[in-house]
C-alpha cells in the first residue's frame, strides 16, 4: 500500500512546491547601508535617524510596495576600516544605497570604492569639498555622491565670515580676533582663508594656530591668546576634545570668549557633561528645538521621545537621506542606480533642517530657505540661544560669566 | 631551533598547499573577502619583514610602521603628484624606505631592547605628526587620495600581491639560510663574541634592517595601490604594535608564524564582525586567551608538530631518519 | 618667562607621578607594564562613576578609586602576569598590552565615547603674577610632589621599603635572605597602580576622560623612563622635567602642534647620545 500511495504524496509535493510562487522580486526589501563609525555618538545618531525614517516609512507601505530594510558596518575613524565596511556593504550585502559618513578622510578613501560598486552614496557627515568635486571632474564614474548633510567645510567657512564679520565686528565692535583650529585638513584649509578675509574686512588676527587633537594641555594656548590682547578666539574643534579645552578655558578663567565650529558642543547634553563650563560658547549648529520648518519641532520631539535623548546634527540628515533617497525611488518607479541618480537630482524636499536641493556637484544647498548654519550659544541655565543670523536670533549673546559687567 | 634556520621539504610542500589555498580564494569568496585577503597579505608581508629582522638579530622594533608609511607615501606621491605610473612606486618605495632607515638605523646602532624599541617608535611617531602638519604637501589627516590603480580589477590586484608575498618570503628565507644569515643569529647570540672575531657587527646589523625595511616600504606600495589612499595612520603605534602582535601570536622566528599570524589576526578581525559593537572586545580577550595558553605561538609550533609527525610517518615508506 | 616655568612645573609633576610608577615595577620585577596607561584610566573612571552614580563625596572617591586599582594591578599580576615569569620576557609585555587593550574596550562599551566630566577638588583659579592657573592644577601639582616625597621616604625609612629596594637589587639574594619577593612583585604591581591611578584622578578634572585615555601618557611614561634610564626613579623625575619642559617651551615660543614633535624627538637625541639613558645601567631584553 505504502509502495502506490508515496509516488502520489511524492508528486503532490512536486507539484505543490512548483506552483508556490517563488517570491517575487517586487516583494524583496530594499536594503540600506550604513557604513559610519558606530562607537561614537555621531554614528549611534546616524543610525538612529536612518531608523526613525525606515520605521516611519515602513508604516506607510514602504517604497514602491517594498519595505526598507537596514544594515550596518563600523566604519571606525580609520581608511582601512571604512574600505572594508564598504565594501562589505555593497560586495557582501549587495546593499542598494550607502548612508553614513563622518570623517572626510575615511570617506575620500571608500571614494573609489564606492565608484566600482556603482552605489547611491548619501553623506551624512563628512564635510570635505574634495568629495564632492569628483562629481564634477569624473561624473561618469562619481556621480553616485550625494551630500545630504552637513553644508561642506568650504561654505561653513563662507557663513563663519559672515559671522566674524556681522556679529564681532558690527555688532558688538571687535577688532581683535586670534583662531585656533585642530589639524585635520579641513580646517588646515579653512583658517588661511579666515585669517585672509578678517584681515581684509579690518580685524587683527594676532594669533592663528592648530593643535593636535590628542592635545592635553591648551593653558599655553590660553596664554598666548591672552597675552595677545585678542577680544575673541574663534575655535574650530571637531574630533578634538572640546570638553577638555572649555574646562580648561573655564578653570582658568581666560578672559577671552570663545565661539566658532564646535561639533561635540552641538551635543544636546554637552553643558552638563562639562560640568556647566559651556557657559556662553558659541557653535554652529543645523538643527535645534527651534521652528526652521513647520517639521523641526515635531521631528525633534518624536526623536526624544523615541530614543530618550537629543539628536545631534547627524541624525537628522541620515534621517532626511532615508527620505529624500526614497522619494526619488518612488518618482523613478524603479531602484535601478541611473534611473534613481536622475530623480535624486532634481530633489526638492522639506526636511527639519530647512529646504533640501542639491546643486549641480550633488551638494546640498544653503541660501534663504535651504539648509543652513546657525549659531548657538549656551546660556546660563543650560538653555541656548540662537544668536546668528539676525533672521532667525532667539536671543542676545553673552558673556562669559567672570566677564559680565554687573 | 634556530630562527628561521630550517627548511625541509615538508616546509617546501606546506608552503605550497598554502598557496594553493589563498590561489581560490578569489573564486569562493566575495568582492568584500577578496579585499580582506588582500589587505591580510601586505600584513603577512610587513609581518614577515619584521620578524626577518627582530627575530634574526633579537632587536625588537617598535616603529616599522616608520617604513611602511615611508614606502606608502613614497608610492602615493609618484602616483598623485607626479603622474607616474603605480608600477615605480614600488621599488621608489622600497628604496625611499631603505634610506629612511639609515637615516634611523646608523645613529640607533647602540642601542638594545626597549631603548632600541623606543627610538624607533620615536622615529615612526616624528613622521607620522609632519606629515600631518605639512598637509599642503601630504594632505594631512586625509592624506592622498585618488590613487590610480595599477590593474584595473581587485582580483589581478589580489594576485599580485599573492604574488609579491611568495617572493618577499622565498628571498628573505634565502638570506637567512645564507651565512649572512647565520651571522646575524650570531651577532644576536653573542656581540662581543663576533665582535672579537673580525666581524663587522655594524654592517650586519644595519643590513638586517635595510633589508627589513625595504620589505616593508614595499609591502606599503602594495596597500597604497589596493587602497588607493594613504594617510598618516600607516606611521601609526597601533599599526607597528599589531604586527608584533601578529608575529607574536603566530609563533615568533619562523616565517609560518608571521604569515599565519598576520592572516590570523586580520581573519579575526573581520570575522567578528558580527558582534558589531562588541567585535574589538571579543578580539582582545581571544587575544588574552592566546597569549597565556598558547604563549609560543600559535601557528609555529603547531606546524612544527604537524611537520615531523608527516616526517616521522614518511620516514617509514622512506626508511630515511628524520633529521 | 614666569609662565613657562609654572605650567611647566605642573605638566612635569604628572609625568614624574606616571613614570616613578611605570620605573618601580620595571626596577623591581622586570616587567615593563604596558598596563600602565589602563591603571591612569580606570582611576579616572573610578572616581567618576563613584562621583555620578554613587554621589560619593569626592575625596572620598579618590581614596576608594585609588585602593580599586591597586587591588586591580595586583590581581592582575597575580592572575596573568606570574605564570607568564618564566617566559622571555616579551610574553609578560604582550600580556601586559593585551590587558590594556582589554580595559579600553570595556571602558568603550560601559561608558561610551563620550569624555565624562569629573568634578574638581578647587574650582577657584589663581593668578600669580598675570599667569592664570586653575585651582584643580595647583592641587595636582602639589599631591603630586607629596606622593613622590611620601614615596622616596617610604623606600627609604620602612622596612617594607628596604625590602623593595633589596629585591630590586637581586631578586635571588633577597629570598636567600628570607624576603618574599613573590609578594614584593605583587606589593609594588599594587603600588605602581595606585600611583598611576592618583595621577588619573588628579587630571581628571581638567582632561579627556575618555577610554582611550591611557595610550599618550603610557607611551610618555615609557619614553621618559627609558630616557631616565630604566629602574632609576631619579632618571625618571628628570626626565619627567625634560619632557615636561621641553613641551612647554616650544608650545610657547612656537607652536602646539610643533611641541609634540620636539619632545619626541628630544627623546631620540638623547637616546643616541646616552645609550642606557641618563642614569640607567642594563638593558630589559
Redesign the interface.
Known amino acids: 500500500m505504502l509502495k502506490r500511495i508515496t509516488p502520489v504524496i511524492a508528486g503532490s509535493a512536486l507539484i505543490a512546491a512548483a506552483l508556490t510562487v517563488p517570491a517575487r522580486a517586487e516583494d524583496k526589501p530594499i536594503l540600506l547601508g550604513i557604513n559610519t563609525a558606530l562607537?561614537?555618538?555621531v554614528g549611534r545618531d546616524t543610525l538612529d535617524g536612518v531608523r526613525m525614517a525606515v520605521e516611519e516609512i515602513n508604516a506607510k507601505g514602504g517604497v514602491l510596495g517594498r519595505k526598507l530594510e537596514v544594515v550596518t558596518a563600523d566604519e571606525g575613524e580609520s581608511p582601512k576600516e571604512g574600505v572594508a565596511a564598504v565594501n562589505k556593504l555593497t560586495g557582501d550585502n549587495n546593499v542598494n544605497v550607502l548612508i553614513g559618513g563622518y570623517d572626510s578622510g575615511v570617506t575620500l578613501a571608500e571614494l573609489p570604492h564606492i565608484s566600482r560598486a556603482q552605489t547611491i552614496f548619501l553623506g551624512t557627515g563628512s564635510a570635505s569639498p574634495s568629495i564632492q568635486q569628483k562629481v564634477k571632474d569624473d561624473y561618469a564614474n562619481y556621480k553616485y555622491l550625494f551630500r545630504v548633510n552637513p553644508i561642506n567645510s568650504a561654505k561653513q567657512a563662507a557663513s563663519l565670515m559672515d559671522f566674524i564679520k556681522g556679529k564681532l565686528k558690527g555688532d558688538l565692535g571687535y577688532s581683535k580676533i586670534s583662531i585656533l583650529g585642530e589639524?585635520a585638513k579641513w580646517v588646515q584649509d579653512m583658517v588661511p582663508y579666515l585669517k585672509k578675509n578678517a584681515t581684509e574686512a579690518g580685524l587683527e588676527v594676532p594669533f592663528a594656530?592648530?593643535?593636535?587633537p590628542?592635545?592635553?594641555?591648551?593653558?599655553?594656548?590660553?596664554?598666548?591668546v591672552?597675552d595677545s590682547g585678542s577680544q575673541y578666539l574663534l575655535i574650530i574643534l571637531s574630533h578634538a576634545?572640546s570638553?577638555?579645552f572649555v574646562?580648561?578655558w573655564y578653570?582658568?578663567?581666560?578672559p577671552v570668549p570663545i565661539g566658532g565650529i564646535d561639533v561635540?558642543s552641538q551635543?544636546a547634553d554637552f553643558f552638563?557633561?562639562?560640568?556647566g563650563k559651556a557657559v556662553s560658547e558659541v557653535t554652529t549648529n543645523f538643527v535645534l528645538r527651534k521652528p526652521i520648518t513647520e517639521k523641526s519641532i515635531p521631528w525633534w520631539d518624536a526623536f526624544i521621545k523615541k530614543y530618550n535623548r537629543a539628536p545631534v546634527y547627524s541624525a537628522a540628515g541620515a534621517y532626511d537621506a532615508v527620505y529624500v533617497y526614497a522619494d526619488a525611488v518612488t518618482r523613478a518607479k524603479t531602484i535601478d542606480t541611473d534611473a534613481v541618480i536622475k530623480e535624486l537630482e532634481k530633489t526638492d524636499y522639506v526636511s527639519p533642517r530647512g529646504r533640501v536641493k542639491f546643486d549641480a556637484l550633488h551638494e546640498v544647498q544653503d541660501g534663504p530657505g535651504n539648509v543652513n548654519v546657525i549659531y548657538v550659544q549656551w546660556q546660563a541655565d543650560g538653555e541656548r540661544a540662537v544668536v546668528w543670523p539676525k533672521e532667525v536670533a532667539s536671543g542676545k549673546m553673552i558673556d562669559p560669566p567672570w566677564m559680565m559687567k554687573n | 631551533m634556530p630562527a628561521w634556520g630550517s627548511l625541509t621539504k615538508t616546509d617546501v610542500i606546506g608552503a605550497i598547499v598554502v598557496i594553493a589555498l589563498l590561489s581560490v580564494v578569489p573564486f569562493v569568496g566575495s568582492r568584500y573577502i577578496v579585499g580582506i585577503m588582500t589587505i591580510a597579505l601586505c600584513y603577512a608581508i610587513w609581518a614577515t619583514s619584521w620578524d626577518f629582522m627582530s627575530g634574526l638579530t633579537g632587536r625588537?622594533n617598535f616603529g616599522h610602521a616608520l617604513f611602511i608609511g615611508t614606502g606608502a607615501y613614497t608610492a602615493g606621491f609618484l602616483n598623485v603628484s607626479f603622474g607616474l605610473s603605480p608600477w615605480w612606486g614600488f621599488p621608489a618605495a622600497a628604496i625611499v624606505a631603505v634610506l629612511f632607515s639609515l637615516v634611523i638605523g646608523i645613529?640607533?646602532l647602540?642601542?638594545?631592547?626597549?631603548?632600541f624599541a623606543?627610538?624607533m617608535?620615536?622615529?615612526a611617531?616624528?613622521m607620522q605628526?609632519?606629515s600631518i602638519?605639512f598637509s599642503d604637501t601630504t594632505g594631512g589627516q586625509d592624506g592622498l587620495n585618488g590613487l590610480s590603480p595599477m590593474l584595473r580589477s581587485q582580483v589581478s590586484a589580489y594576485y599580485f600581491t599573492l604574488a609579491a608575498l611568495i617572493a618577499t618570503v622565498i628571498v628573505l628565507k634565502f638570506i637567512a639560510l645564507s651565512p649572512w644569515g647565520t651571522i646575524l643569529r650570531a651577532i644576536r647570540g653573542d656581540e662581543a663574541t663576533c665582535q672579537a672575531a673580525g666581524i663587522n657587527v655594524n654592517f650586519y646589523k644595519i643590513s638586517a634592517l635595510m633589508i627589513s625595511a625595504a620589505f616593508a616600504g614595499f609591502g606599503g606600495a602594495l596597500y597604497a595601490n589596493y587602497q588607493l589612499q594613504v594617510g598618516p595612520d600607516l606611521f601609526d603605534?597601533a599599526l607597528s604594535?599589531n604586527i608584533?602582535?601578529m608575529v607574536?601570536v603566530g609563533g615568533?622566528g619562523s616565517i609560518y608564524g608571521a604569515v599565519g599570524g598576520a592572516l590570523l589576526l586580520i581573519g579575526l578581525t573581520e570575522g567578528l564582525r558580527s558582534f558589531s559593537?562588541?567585535r574589538?572586545?571579543v578580539y582582545?580577550?581571544i587575544?588574552?586567551l592566546i597569549?597565556?595558553f598558547i604563549?609560543n605561538g600559535v601557528i609555529a609550533p603547531a606546524w612544527v608538530r604537524v611537520r615531523d609527525w608527516i616526517r616521522g610517518r614518511s620516514a617509514i615508506f622512506t626508511r630515511r631518519a628524520s633529521a | 618667562m614666569l609662565?613657562i616655568l609654572i605650567?611647566g612645573a605642573?605638566?612635569s609633576a604628572v609625568y614624574a607621578l606616571l613614570a616613578v610608577g611605570f620605573t618601580l615595577i620595571f626596577g623591581v620585577a622586570r616587567i615593563?607594564n604596558l598596563a600602565h596607561g589602563a591603571f591612569y584610566a580606570l582611576g579616572a573612571y573610578c572616581v567618576y562613576t563613584l562621583t555620578a552614580n554613587f554621589h560619593v563625596p569626592l575625596v572620598v572617591a579618590t581614596v576608594i578609586a585609588v585602593l580599586l586599582v591597586a587591588l586591580f594591578g595586583i590581581v592582575m599580576e597575580r592572575v596573568?602576569v606570574r605564570?607568564?615569569r618564566k617566559?622571555p620576557p616579551?610574553?609578560v609585555l604582550?600580556?601586559t598590552?593585551?590587558?590594556g587593550?582589554?580595559v579600553e574596550?570595556?571602558l568603550?562599551?560601559i561608558f561610551?565615547?563620550?569624555?565624562?566630566?569629573v568634578?574638581?577638588l578647587i574650582?577657584s583659579?589663581f593668578n600669580f603674577g598675570g599667569?592664570?592657573?586653575?585651582?584643580?592644577?595647583l592641587l595636582a601639582f602639589f599631591c603630586s610632589v607629596a606622593i613622590l616625597g611620601g614615596l622616596w621616604l617610604f623606600m627609604q625609612h620602612t622596612r617594607l621599603g628596604a625590602a623593595i629596594l633589596a629585591v630590586s637589587q637581586d631578586p635571588e639574594g633577597a629570598r636567600y635572605m628570607g624576603i618574599p619577593s613573590d609578594r614584593i612583585f605583587s606589593i609594588v604591581m599594587g603600588l605602581s597602580a595606585a600611583i598611576a591611578a592618583a595621577a588619573g584622578v588628579l587630571?581628571a578634572?581638567?582632561?579627556?576622560v575618555?577610554p582611550g585615555m591611557g595610550?599618550?601618557p603610557l607611551?610618555k611614561a615609557?619614553?621618559i623612563v627609558?630616557v631616565g634610564g630604566?629602574g632609576s626613579i631619579p632618571g625618571s623625575i628628570v626626565g619627567a622635567l625634560l619632557l615636561g619642559y621641553t613641551e612647554?617651551i616650544v608650545?610657547?615660543k612656537a607652536?602646539?602642534?610643533?611641541?609634540?614633535?620636539v619632545s619626541?624627538?628630544a627623546?631620540?637625541i638623547v637616546?643616541?647620545v646616552r645609550?642606557?639613558?641618563f642614569f640607567?645601567k642594563r638593558?630589559?631584553?
Not at chain 1, 214 to 224: G, H, L, R, V, Y
Open positions: 562607537q561614537l555618538q589639524n594656530e592648530f593643535f593636535d590628542q592635545t592635553a594641555d591648551f593653558s599655553p594656548i590660553f596664554a598666548k591672552k576634545a570638553d577638555v574646562k580648561q578653570d582658568a578663567k581666560v561635540k551635543d552638563k557633561r562639562v560640568g | 625588537e645613529p640607533t647602540r642601542l638594545r631592547g626597549p631603548y623606543l627610538a617608535l620615536s622615529g611617531v616624528v605628526k609632519l602638519i603605534v604594535i608584533i602582535i607574536y615568533m559593537e562588541y574589538l572586545w582582545t580577550l587575544l588574552i597569549l597565556f604563549p | 609662565d605650567y605642573v605638566i615593563l596573568l605564570p607568564l617566559l616579551l610574553a604582550m600580556m598590552l593585551a590587558v587593550l582589554m574596550q570595556i568603550l562599551l561610551g565615547s563620550e569624555a565624562r566630566n568634578p574638581s574650582e583659579s599667569v592664570l592657573l586653575s585651582g584643580q592644577r587630571v578634572p581638567f582632561q579627556s575618555i595610550l599618550l607611551v615609557f619614553a627609558i630604566l612647554t608650545a610657547f607652536s602646539i602642534e610643533w611641541s609634540q614633535i619626541v624627538a627623546v631620540l637616546l643616541i645609550p642606557a639613558g640607567g638593558a630589559a631584553f
